[in-house]
């Protein structure tokens, strides 16, 4: 038995193969089970992450992340970029067939990329910066800025919320222009062929895929489709899906029980794999009305929680979460080692209490909102309830189902604080400026402070230079640890499982099955 963990330290590993296996066998079907249902099948249409890791499979994009989380060409074979930073110049990789016969050109990808700066949610945080994008010709591709924009490449390549851009035929973008896709025709390893929603999405090898040769990891790189036929099974039940990888029904198995680990690496018809760093959690503050929006009251808070406290009661076993101060992972490169120094990870409830005192705090009752059916976000919501009712808060927990989590969340008055859990290796800091300053996402900040970290998150947007741009990331941690918009908690990670049968399955923040093959 093998415990396999995907660690900041490891990231520069590829393709992790399994003991024994000599050469991949080719056919068969792989099953994987999914906890989520689909809203749709469209990547550019939801933030929804299940729908980009499991039609990631079939699209693909001009750049990928490497092993550094740096984005690196994939059906791009190449660009250059003018001395300004306004000006992107990417050349196509040749003869890459698309699902339908049709070859990939530079018009395909122009189609594309107008539909994701209208539909997709990175698409739309970079299309006002967005001069031009055109085909010069069939292989070469130009976008134009009206200013420097440092985070380009990092967005088309992010793995977060779906904001990755893939190409598509022209014909399917005139076809359905802005209405959400169902005719999935890309240029990946697998090809889509059928859909049940609530079942399963079922697609088959591609035989004239165009594979890269570069190094395998996560997105990037070498792909082969060894089994004939890929089926991403919708289970909801954590237990029927991981009695289903034991008895071979499945052959892969998505959130499951952290508490059986143990249980489960005893199995020797069960690879475990701890994917780390996977999420990290943070409780949203709403600042919209009273009390959070008075710095000073969110001060109490900040000093009223305890992250470790927290990562024990809610996650348990330290295989599966620690603490990290920084918004990015170890070794990740812009990880800052020591931000948030004397305020991270440091609960002083007598500090807490005379920031209440010092805030003029009524007793308004705090609205915890969270859904009922995240065991994450129902133990985080009476964990906190503890340790803010310790240093004089009154508070309200309310667990709900998502839908309404969703529905009320988006009101100003709708709530006080909301965990929620991100991707932890975000490829790139702008990333947070759709979730963090005036007027993003669900905070409701609008002040002179707001204000501010819009200014150094304007200024990262311009700082081509990657030293210049590393103290504009310094700087932001800085600031989030002064205005306190959201409370970072822990890093936590995810449990899955294969069956014995898997061979060649790498573990990567999302599981990917090219490269994967069944034993006999």
């Known amino acids: 038995m093998k415990r396999h963990i995907l660690l900041a330290a490891v990231l520069l590993l590829t393709l992790s193969l399994a003991a024994g296996a000599a050469e991949p066998n080719h056919g068969g079907t792989l099953v994987a089970a999914n906890a989520l249902t689909l809203p749709h099948l469209d990547p550019d249409k939801t933030t929804d992450s299940s729908v980009g890791q499991i039609m990631w499979h079939v699209y693909e994009g001009l750049f990928e992340l490497d092993a550094e989380f740096r984005p690196v060409p994939h059906l791009a074979s190449g660009y250059t970029v003018n001395e300004e930073g306004t000006r992107y110049v990417i050349t196509l990789r040749e003869g890459v067939p698309f699902h339908d016969g049709q070859i990939m050109t530079a018009h395909d990808v122009e189609a594309s990329f107008h539909r994701y700066l209208r539909n997709n949610g990175g698409g739309r945080t970079m299309a006002p910066f967005v001069e031009s994008a055109f085909a010069e010709d069939d292989s070469t591709f130009v976008v134009e800025f009206n200013q420097p924009y440092a985070p380009f490449l990092f967005f088309l390549s992010s793995i977060v919320a779906n904001q990755k851009f893939v190409v598509r035929p022209a014909s399917i973008i005139e076809q359905f222009g802005d209405e959400t896709i169902t005719e999935h025709v890309g240029t990946g390893p697998f090809q889509f062929h059928s859909w049940v929603p609530d079942q399963y999405v079922r697609m088959t090898a591609f035989a004239d895929y165009a594979a890269h040769s570069g190094p395998s990891f996560g997105y990037s790189g070498a792909k082969t489709a060894y089994v004939d036929t890929l089926e991403f099974r919708i289970i909801r039940e954590q237990s029927v899906r991981t009695a289903g990888v034991r008895t071979g029904e499945y052959h892969f198995a998505d959130a499951v029980s952290r508490d059986q680990y143990t249980l489960l690496q005893?199995?020797?018809?069960?690879?475990?794999?701890?994917?780390?760093?996977?999420?990290?959690?943070?409780?949203?503050?709403?600042?919209?009305?009273?009390?959070?929006?008075?710095?000073?009251?969110?001060?109490?808070?900040?000093?009223?929680?305890?992250?470790?406290?927290?990562?024990?009661?809610?996650?348990?076993?330290?295989?599966?979460?620690?603490?990290?101060?920084?918004?990015?992972?170890?070794?990740?490169l812009w990880h800052v080692p020591d931000a948030g120094a004397g305020i991270y990870a440091q609960p002083d409830p007598e500090r807490a209490r005379a920031y209440l005192e010092q805030g003029g705090y009524d007793g308004t009752p705090i609205i915890i909102l969270n859904s009922r059916e995240d065991e994450i976000e129902s133990r985080s919501a009476l964990t906190l309830q503890s340790q803010l009712e310790a240093v004089g808060f009154v508070v309200d927990v309310r667990l709900l189902d998502r839908a309404t989590v969703v529905e009320q969340r988006s009101l100003r008055d709708g709530y006080h604080v909301h965990f929620s859990q991100f991707i932890t290796p975000d490829p790139d800091p702008q990333v947070f400026q759709a979730w963090m300053g005036t007027n993003k996402w669900i905070g409701n900040w609008d002040d002179e402070d707001s204000r501010t970290m819009d200014a150094i998150f304007e200024e990262m947007l311009v700082t081509t230079d990657m030293e210049a741009r590393r103290d504009i990331v310094v700087q932001w941690h800085e600031a989030f640890?002064?205005?306190?918009?959201?409370?970072?908690?822990?890093?936590?990670?995810?449990?899955?499982?294969?069956?014995?049968?898997?061979?060649?399955?790498?573990?990567?923040?999302?599981?990917t099955f090219f490269n994967v093959w069944l034993e006999q």
């Open 266 to 332: 005893n199995d020797a018809s069960l690879e475990t794999w701890v994917v780390s760093p996977f999420r990290q959690s943070f409780l949203i503050v709403n600042m919209g009305h009273p009390p959070f929006d008075s710095l000073t009251i969110r001060k109490a808070m900040q000093y009223a929680v305890d992250p470790e406290e927290m990562g024990y009661a809610v996650v348990g076993d330290p295989n599966f979460w620690e603490l990290n101060p920084s918004l990015f992972p170890p070794d990740h």
């Open 481 to 511: 640890y002064r205005y306190v918009p959201y409370v970072k908690f822990y890093n936590f990670s995810q449990l899955r499982l294969t069956h014995e049968s898997v061979a060649g399955y790498s573990n990567f923040v999302h599981p």
